[in-house]
């Protein structure tokens, strides 16, 4: 592990207006956060900064920074979001060794209710194993945001999940391989449609690759439709599409 150490930030203010995405890579509340603090660090450096600013995580660590984000809320646009793409536990530890689900939806609805933006990112989706429709109305009452992306598979990670899915999950391997080596979008298409309609169903803004910087009315997250990453990748939130 690479233990950042940099200079006093001594101008926050020449960050007024700009994005500052925390845990895009790894994650800025590791279990290592805990002792080496590199994450409040930056936070508090730029709690005055203006910037707009979105903390990506897995961890409820991010609670005992709570009263500092309620100080940066005050004034700067803060966002923070939990990947949350299954409320299966068994498969969540064959995904990853963060915290548990639970205790993801648990740190979300805390700093939710701190008057914090919140967003359920609904990712990797898992074809037949993400339900999401089951997230959603697990998470909408402490969310402002969900955002979906589906599970893309390149490189090497690609047959370590085809492997695992041929293993612990073999009847669906058949779908797996229409998706991934053959190309097949028609799952990810019907599924963007269901998620229209589970908007409609609870009374949810449904967008295309935006990202609106709003609080919203209690249970009604606004969807964010981020599937194909290919197509996204580059647009900057606009609402458009490299589409070929």
């Known amino acids: 592990m690479d233990v950042k150490v940099w200079p006093e930030i001594k101008n926050p203010k020449k960050y007024a207006g700009q994005k500052v995405i925390i845990g895009t890579v790894t994650d800025g509340y590791n279990p290592l956060e805990e002792t080496y603090r590199r994450t409040r660090r930056i936070l508090e450096e730029l709690k005055d900064s203006g910037a707009d600013i979105l903390i990506c995580t897995k961890s409820d660590l991010v609670l005992r920074d709570l009263d500092l984000l309620r100080e940066i809320n005050k004034n700067n646009r803060l966002t923070v979001s939990w990947s949350v793409n299954t409320l299966d536990e068994s498969f969540k530890d064959d995904m990853d060794a963060a915290v548990s689900i639970e205790r993801r939806l648990a740190a979300m609805k805390k700093v939710y209710d701190a008057g914090i ?95 609106p910087y709003e609080r919203v009315p209690q249970g009604h997250p606004t969807i964010v439709n981020y599937f194909y990453h290919e197509e996204v990748r580059g647009t900057e939130n606009s609402g458009r599409r490299n589409k070929k």
Request: some cysteine; glycine content about 4%; overall charge negative.
């Open 117 to 211: 933006r919140t967003v359920c990112f609904i990712s990797p989706v898992f074809p037949g194993l993400t339900d999401i429709e089951a997230i959603i109305e697990r998470a909408k009452d402490q969310c402002d945001l969900v955002w979906l992306e589906n599970l893309n598979l390149r490189g090497g990670f690609k047959k370590t999940i085809m492997d695992y899915i041929a293993d612990r999950h073999p009847d669906l391997f058949p779908l797996y391989e229409e998706i991934y080596n053959r190309k097949n979008r028609s799952y990810f298409e019907a599924l963007e449609k269901k998620a229209e309609e589970i908007a409609e169903k609870y009374g949810c803004r449904f967008v295309d690759n935006e990202t």
